[in-house]
Protein backbone atom coordinates (compact mmCIF):
# COMPACT_ATOMS: atom_id res chain seq x y z
CA UNK A 1 0.00 0.00 0.00
CA UNK A 2 1.07 3.56 -1.25
CA UNK A 3 0.00 6.75 -0.22
CA UNK A 4 0.46 10.29 -1.37
CA UNK A 5 2.11 13.28 0.95
CA UNK A 6 0.54 16.87 0.16
CA UNK A 7 2.60 19.52 1.85
CA UNK A 8 3.26 23.53 1.33
CA UNK A 9 6.43 24.75 2.16
CA UNK A 10 8.61 27.76 2.22
CA UNK A 11 12.21 28.45 0.16
CA UNK A 12 13.68 26.30 3.62
CA UNK A 13 11.33 24.00 3.47
CA UNK A 14 9.62 25.44 6.42
CA UNK A 15 6.05 24.22 7.15
CA UNK A 16 4.69 25.55 10.41
CA UNK A 17 5.71 27.66 14.00
CA UNK A 18 3.70 27.46 17.25
CA UNK A 19 1.52 24.71 15.65
CA UNK A 20 0.31 26.90 13.00
CA UNK A 21 0.61 27.32 9.35
CA UNK A 22 2.77 29.97 8.60
CA UNK A 23 0.32 31.79 5.85
CA UNK A 24 -2.86 31.84 4.45
CA UNK A 25 -2.95 31.20 1.18
CA UNK A 26 -6.84 30.50 0.23
CA UNK A 27 -5.94 28.74 -3.44
CA UNK A 28 -3.45 26.74 -1.52
CA UNK A 29 -6.19 25.76 0.93
CA UNK A 30 -8.63 25.15 -2.28
CA UNK A 31 -6.34 23.25 -3.96
CA UNK A 32 -5.74 20.89 -0.94
CA UNK A 33 -9.16 20.47 0.24
CA UNK A 34 -10.59 19.50 -3.99
CA UNK A 35 -7.97 17.19 -4.13
CA UNK A 36 -8.54 15.22 -0.55
CA UNK A 37 -11.93 15.63 0.04
CA UNK A 38 -13.91 12.30 -0.70
CA UNK A 39 -10.42 10.37 0.56
CA UNK A 40 -8.39 9.36 3.31
CA UNK A 41 -6.28 11.81 5.40
CA UNK A 42 -3.41 10.52 7.84
CA UNK A 43 -2.47 13.31 10.37
CA UNK A 44 -0.11 13.46 13.44
CA UNK A 45 -1.85 14.17 16.45
CA UNK A 46 -0.36 18.03 16.86
CA UNK A 47 -1.39 18.14 13.20
CA UNK A 48 -4.84 17.61 14.40
CA UNK A 49 -4.65 19.68 17.25
CA UNK A 50 -3.66 22.69 15.19
CA UNK A 51 -6.82 22.73 13.07
CA UNK A 52 -9.69 24.56 14.98
CA UNK A 53 -12.34 22.37 16.70
CA UNK A 54 -15.16 23.71 14.67
CA UNK A 55 -13.48 22.54 11.52
CA UNK A 56 -12.41 19.06 12.41
CA UNK A 57 -12.59 16.24 11.61
CA UNK A 58 -11.94 17.32 8.38
CA UNK A 59 -15.30 16.94 6.08
CA UNK A 60 -15.97 14.68 3.53
CA UNK A 61 -13.00 12.74 4.54
CA UNK A 62 -11.83 9.61 6.68
CA UNK A 63 -9.65 11.12 9.13
CA UNK A 64 -6.85 9.16 10.61
CA UNK A 65 -4.54 10.59 13.82
CA UNK A 66 -1.72 9.26 15.01
CA UNK A 67 -0.50 9.05 18.86
CA UNK A 68 1.67 6.95 20.95
CA UNK A 69 -1.03 7.47 23.46
CA UNK A 70 -3.68 4.88 23.48
CA UNK A 71 -6.23 6.88 25.22
CA UNK A 72 -6.07 10.08 23.06
CA UNK A 73 -9.47 11.38 21.51
CA UNK A 74 -9.68 12.62 18.37
CA UNK A 75 -13.37 12.86 18.04
CA UNK A 76 -14.55 11.91 14.60
CA UNK A 77 -11.64 10.34 14.07
CA UNK A 78 -9.61 7.07 14.08
CA UNK A 79 -7.13 7.05 16.32
CA UNK A 80 -3.89 4.66 15.31
CA UNK A 81 -0.39 4.13 16.92
CA UNK A 82 1.54 2.92 13.99
CA UNK A 83 1.24 3.84 10.57
CA UNK A 84 0.66 0.18 9.76
CA UNK A 85 -2.61 0.13 10.82
CA UNK A 86 -3.73 2.66 7.84
CA UNK A 87 -4.38 -0.42 5.80
CA UNK A 88 -7.00 -1.77 8.41
CA UNK A 89 -8.91 1.50 7.73
CA UNK A 90 -8.16 2.42 4.24
CA UNK A 91 -9.30 -0.28 1.32
CA UNK A 92 -6.30 0.11 -0.91
CA UNK A 93 -8.34 -1.79 -3.74
CA UNK A 94 -10.70 0.78 -3.58
CA UNK A 95 -10.72 4.17 -6.08
CA UNK A 96 -9.57 6.19 -2.89
CA UNK A 97 -6.81 7.76 -2.40
CA UNK A 98 -4.35 8.12 1.39
CA UNK A 99 -3.21 11.14 2.02
CA UNK A 100 -0.34 11.60 4.51
CA UNK A 101 -1.16 15.27 5.48
CA UNK A 102 1.78 16.30 8.13
CA UNK A 103 3.13 17.69 10.05
CA UNK A 104 6.94 17.34 9.73
CA UNK A 105 6.96 14.34 12.33
CA UNK A 106 4.37 12.22 10.65
CA UNK A 107 6.06 13.11 7.01
CA UNK A 108 9.09 12.03 8.29
CA UNK A 109 7.78 8.95 9.45
CA UNK A 110 5.91 8.09 6.34
CA UNK A 111 8.70 8.90 4.12
CA UNK A 112 11.42 6.13 5.99
CA UNK A 113 8.52 3.67 6.07
CA UNK A 114 9.05 3.42 2.00
CA UNK A 115 4.91 4.54 2.00
CA UNK A 116 4.98 7.20 0.11
CA UNK A 117 5.40 6.73 -3.98
CA UNK A 118 3.56 10.23 -4.62
CA UNK A 119 3.93 13.79 -3.48
CA UNK A 120 2.34 17.11 -3.86
CA UNK A 121 4.08 19.86 -3.00
CA UNK A 122 3.00 23.68 -3.04
CA UNK A 123 6.32 25.57 -3.13
CA UNK A 124 5.56 29.12 -1.83
CA UNK A 125 7.88 31.43 -3.20
CA UNK A 126 8.67 33.28 0.32
CA UNK A 127 10.83 32.55 3.74
CA UNK A 128 9.43 32.37 6.93
CA UNK A 129 10.67 31.89 10.48
CA UNK A 130 9.48 28.74 11.42
CA UNK A 131 10.12 25.85 14.04
CA UNK A 132 8.78 22.63 11.92
CA UNK A 133 10.36 21.97 8.36
CA UNK A 134 9.15 19.30 6.01
CA UNK A 135 12.49 16.53 6.33
CA UNK A 136 15.17 15.97 4.02
CA UNK A 137 14.58 13.99 0.69
CA UNK A 138 17.18 12.40 -1.17
CA UNK A 139 15.51 13.26 -5.07
CA UNK A 140 16.72 10.78 -6.67
CA UNK A 141 14.37 8.39 -8.22
CA UNK A 142 11.91 11.16 -8.12
CA UNK A 143 10.03 12.69 -11.24
CA UNK A 144 9.20 16.56 -11.10
CA UNK A 145 5.70 17.89 -13.01
CA UNK A 146 4.74 21.04 -12.10
CA UNK A 147 1.35 21.21 -12.10
CA UNK A 148 -0.07 24.91 -11.20
CA UNK A 149 1.91 28.33 -10.76
CA UNK A 150 -0.01 31.34 -8.83
CA UNK A 151 1.09 34.79 -8.45
CA UNK A 152 0.46 36.58 -5.71
CA UNK A 153 -2.47 39.10 -5.28
CA UNK A 154 -4.82 40.59 -3.30
CA UNK A 155 -6.16 37.47 -1.22
CA UNK A 156 -2.70 35.56 -1.40
CA UNK A 157 -0.07 37.07 -0.68
CA UNK A 158 2.48 34.76 -1.84
CA UNK A 159 3.27 33.13 -5.38
CA UNK A 160 3.72 29.76 -5.50
CA UNK A 161 4.03 26.45 -7.47
CA UNK A 162 2.26 23.13 -7.08
CA UNK A 163 4.67 20.29 -8.29
CA UNK A 164 4.45 16.40 -8.12
CA UNK A 165 6.53 13.57 -7.76
CA UNK A 166 6.53 10.68 -8.26
CA UNK A 167 8.26 7.35 -8.15
N1 LIG B 1 2.61 23.47 5.69
C1 LIG B 1 1.99 22.30 5.70
O1 LIG B 1 1.63 21.76 4.66
C2 LIG B 1 1.69 21.64 7.01
C3 LIG B 1 0.95 20.46 7.03
C4 LIG B 1 0.70 19.85 8.26
C5 LIG B 1 1.16 20.43 9.43
N2 LIG B 1 1.88 21.59 9.37
C6 LIG B 1 2.42 22.19 10.58
O2 LIG B 1 3.30 21.25 11.20
C7 LIG B 1 3.30 21.46 12.61
C8 LIG B 1 2.97 20.16 13.32
O3 LIG B 1 3.96 19.19 12.96
P1 LIG B 1 4.78 18.36 14.07
O4 LIG B 1 5.90 17.69 13.37
O5 LIG B 1 5.11 19.27 15.21
O6 LIG B 1 3.71 17.33 14.64
P2 LIG B 1 2.85 16.17 13.91
O7 LIG B 1 3.73 15.40 12.97
O8 LIG B 1 1.59 16.76 13.38
O9 LIG B 1 2.43 15.26 15.16
C9 LIG B 1 3.41 14.76 16.03
C10 LIG B 1 2.77 13.73 16.92
O10 LIG B 1 2.49 12.54 16.18
C11 LIG B 1 2.62 11.41 17.03
N3 LIG B 1 3.73 10.58 16.55
C12 LIG B 1 4.92 10.95 16.05
N4 LIG B 1 5.68 9.89 15.76
C13 LIG B 1 4.95 8.80 16.09
C14 LIG B 1 5.19 7.40 16.04
N5 LIG B 1 6.36 6.89 15.58
N6 LIG B 1 4.22 6.55 16.44
C15 LIG B 1 3.04 7.04 16.90
N7 LIG B 1 2.75 8.36 17.00
C16 LIG B 1 3.70 9.22 16.59
C17 LIG B 1 2.98 11.95 18.43
O11 LIG B 1 1.74 12.16 19.09
P3 LIG B 1 1.64 12.00 20.71
O12 LIG B 1 2.54 13.06 21.27
O13 LIG B 1 0.18 12.20 20.99
O14 LIG B 1 2.13 10.61 21.00
C18 LIG B 1 3.64 13.28 18.08
O15 LIG B 1 3.63 14.21 19.14
C19 LIG B 1 2.29 22.57 12.86
O16 LIG B 1 2.97 23.82 12.90
C20 LIG B 1 1.40 22.51 11.64
O17 LIG B 1 0.75 23.73 11.37
C21 LIG B 1 2.15 22.20 8.19
Not at 10 to 35: A, Q, S, V, Y
Not at 37 to 48: A, F, L, P, S
Request: hydrophobic share 35%; charged share 35%; net charge negative.
Amino acid sequence: MKCTLIVAMGKHREIGKDNDLLWKLPRDMKFFKETTEGHTVVMGRKNWESIPEKFRPLPNRKNIVISRNPDYKAEGAVLISDLKEISEHYNADSDKKCFIIGGAQIYKLALEADLIDEMLITHVDETFEADTYFPFVDWEGWVEEDLIGYEKDEKNPHAFIVTKYTR
